[in-house]
């Protein structure tokens, strides 16, 4: 007569182990339960019944069951899960076996309790189960999480007459929170098999699931229980299809989407801000990612913060001319095994363009940011014809512009139109300050951008003249560092507004910025997208800009913020004595343009476009 080993596994099971160990009473020659590190009374009450307790981490199903054999005192096993029951019919059949073992393994059918009801249909009965066998003649397999005894080959089995009770789920909620999981591992499962998902897998497969089991295998007959359980199973169908495929995709991003940012200004602007916005979240959705910027730029300094890889190399216009820059461009393209690169400046493109020919990459995005004409030059026809395979263009004016001068320089289909985009769930979150503290009742006017001609700052300062000159209480504030600003401190001098104008300098925290001022001007000459118009928007505040097409992608004239004519500062000067004067109108500006930011300039929006253009890239 043959003794035998109880083997079981558990984690958290304190309202089933008792059960089950109790059902085992008079077979058992031997009981170990291999615990998971369970957190509730699982152990304590093991214990209790003075049975071996070994814990042991989970590394699987199949390989924390075949761990567990190698614990038992003899190599009889009989292996339950926490929530299984011998019933008294299946007890008796194993005695008799227990007197006079003839075969490798014993099989009967487990009957599962569902929500308090016994189901005897569907794929869940009669499901058969090997779990009495010589551990000698086989292990645990199968597929986690649905594991299963093979008995090698050429191993004789029994079936044995009654049932092993189930006692699977107490609600159809705890159902649908394991599908959930188990999905999770079957898709996983699936992945390393090297198995695949297709459309028709996750839309046939779940069909005919629950035609079959609830209409082939009669599920129907267990009333509504039989119908959540075939839907339920339908469901997981699905779900690890689905995951299955999600997996894939994102191993294809993993393996063949290795995308290099270039962009090698010292300064801050739009455009860095949205290669660091765009690199950093495309890293988060599996893509592999690392960024060519130069040294001590303030990118890198950003950059520093994430799990990117940087590298630095400095560029310059001439760059494109130094086989030395090149050739170092082109030697970490091919170390990182570079399939796209994606490039902010004509600078960078000239260099990292060539480099990327060299190294033989296929896809060569270029970022243009400035609503300036690209020059009809031999130059940029070689550029944009050979070097380039798509441009994003951060707004429609900038996407007029590029083929301005040439509408062949490229093919407008392969121009896309990207809005910079804001997180306004970081943005909120971001701690604030005042920077400026208000006297004597004084409205505040803000601008933010590099002290360059394009920004068109002399304006505010005539600006400044005026309001002056009409007695209004006023502050402007500018933010930003350039090669202007002794010129613009000096001509604020000589309109005698060095008072009412203040320098902030660089300003890294922009909502501390907008959050102090009640409205926004922008007196750029040209302009891309007007990123720091959107920033202002989303904190509420109204916007006046020259006219100058790109602005007006961004407000909605007379709802958000009003255009003026390019250049006429009697025109800004009006439109900001309206506000001033209505407070009211200001706040609804203010409201409205923050709806227009969360409608049209998210950065999951953008986010979403250039996944889009990055997944038709061929490869």
Request: glycine letters at 6%.
């Amino acid at each position: 007569m043959p003794e035998i080993s109880v083997v079981i596994i558990t984690y958290n099971e304190e309202k089933n182990i008792g059960r089950c160990l109790d059902s085992v009473e008079g077979i058992a020659d031997d009981i170990v339960v291999v615990d998971s590190y369970s957190t509730d009374n699982t152990e304590k009450i093991c214990l209790e019944y003075g049975i071996r307790f070994i814990q042991h981490s989970f590394e699987g199903h199949i390989e924390q069951k075949n761990w567990a054999i190698t614990q038992a005192k003899y190599p009889h096993i009989l292996s339950l899960d926490a929530d299984e029951v011998l019933s008294e019919k299946l007890k008796k059949s194993i005695f008799k076996v227990k007197n006079n073992w003839k075969y490798d393994g014993y099989y009967f059918n487990r009957l599962t309790n569902y929500c308090g009801q016994w189901i005897r249909h569907s794929s869940w009965y009669p499901s058969r189960k090997v779990r009495l066998w010589d551990s000698r003649k086989g292990s645990w397999g199968g597929r986690n999480p649905h594991d299963r005894f093979i008995l090698e080959k050429g191993s004789s089995k029994k079936f044995l007459s009654g049932d092993l009770l189930h006692f699977s789920y107490y609600s159809i909620y705890e159902h649908v929170q394991q599908i959930n999981k188990f999905s999770d591992i079957v898709a996983t499962s699936f992945y390393k098999e090297g198995r695949r998902a297709s459309r028709f897998n996750i839309i046939i497969n779940p069909l005919w699931r629950f035609f079959r089991d609830y209409f082939i295998k009669l599920g129907f007959l267990d009333g509504f229980n039989g119908l959540v359980i075939s839907v339920n199973s339908a469901h997981e169908t699905f779900l690890k299809y689905s995951k299955l495929r999600r997996i894939h995709k994102e191993k294809i991003r993993s393996e063949t989407n290795r995308l290099c940012f270039v962009n090698s200004l010292h300064s801050w602007g739009g455009g860095e801000k949205w290669h660091l916005d765009i690199s950093t979240r495309l890293e988060k959705a599996g893509y592999q990612v690392f960024v060519i910027t130069s040294k001590n730029s303030e990118l890198y300094t950003r950059l520093k913060n994430t799990s990117l890889r940087v590298y630095q190399v400095n560029v310059s216009n001439l760059s494109f001319l130094n086989p030395f820059t090149v050739a170092t461009i082109a030697r970490i393209l091919k170390r990182e095994k570079t399939k796209t690169l994606i490039i902010n400046l004509s600078s960078d493109l000239k260099a990292a363009g060539l480099a990327a020919r060299i190294a033989g990459i296929q896809n060569v995005i270029y970022r243009r940011g400035s609503a300036i004409p690209i020059r009809n030059t031999v130059l940029n026809r070689f550029i944009y014809r050979h070097l380039v395979t798509e441009i994003i263009a951060n707004s429609e004016e900038t996407k007029r512009t590029i083929l301005f001068n040439n509408p062949n320089l490229i093919d407008r289909h392969k121009i896309r139109v990207v809005y910079n985009g804001i997180d306004l769930d970081e943005y909120k979150s971001s701690k604030s300050r005042i920077l400026y503290k208000r006297v004597n009742g004084e409205i505040i006017l803000g601008n933010a951008g590099r002290l360059t001609e394009e920004k068109g700052h002399v304006y505010l300062l005539e600006l400044a003249r005026i309001l002056k000159e009409k007695k209004i209480r006023f502050k402007i504030l500018i933010a930003g560092m350039g090669k202007l600003k002794n010129r613009l401190e000096k001509i604020a001098r000589a309109y005698k507004v060095d008072r009412e104008v203040k320098f902030l300098g660089f300003v890294k925290d922009i909502r501390s910025f907008n959050q102090t001022i009640d409205i926004f001007l922008l007196t750029s000459l040209w302009e891309g997208f007007g990123y720091v118009m959107v920033e202002a928007m989303a904190e509420e505040k109204p916007v006046i800009a020259f006219d100058i097409r790109s602005s007006a992608e961004i407000i909605d004239e007379g709802e958000t913020g009003f255009l003026v004519q390019k250049g006429n500062v009697e025109q800004l000067a009006e439109k900001v004595t309206t506000l001033l004067e209505n407070k009211k109108l200001r706040e609804e500006f203010g409201r409205k343009g923050k709806e227009r930011v969360e409608k049209y300039f998210t950065i999951h929006k953008a986010l979403k476009k250039v996944e889009d253009l990055l997944e038709e890239l061929p490869y």
